[in-house]
């Protein structure tokens, strides 16, 4: 499979439901910055079933971005850094994935 020029971002994680505030904080915080950064919202949904298998995660979260490169410094950059000790509060488990449509 070919990788494309865009670059989905796919996040799974489960909200830590006593840490309301650190998940408010970090993703009202980091929202805005994917958001300038080009990336375009695809879905997000919460998992309310599971047919087949284990979910480890509530919720999902798909956004198209100009490339894979824009993902890996935004993540890597001092300005996300600074989110990471609410997102640590803030999920019982978080994944975050760089992926490509085919």
């Not at 830590?16 to 805005?32: H, I, K």
């Not at 284990?54 to 890996?72: D, G």
């Amino acid at each position: 499979m070919g990788e494309s020029n865009n670059a989905l971002l796919i996040v799974t994680g489960t909200p830590n439901p006593e840490q309301q505030e650190a998940f408010q904080r970090y993703t009202g915080g980091v929202t805005p910055l994917l958001l300038e950064l080009g990336g375009k919202p695809i879905q997000r949904a919460q998992i309310t079933e599971t047919y087949l298998g284990q979910a480890s995660f509530a919720v999902v979260l798909v956004m198209e971005f100009p490339s894979r490169t824009t993902l890996r410094d935004f993540f890597n950059s001092e300005t996300y850094q600074a989110f990471i000790p609410d997102k640590e509060k803030a999920f019982l488990n978080l994944n975050i994935f760089f992926g490509n449509t085919f």
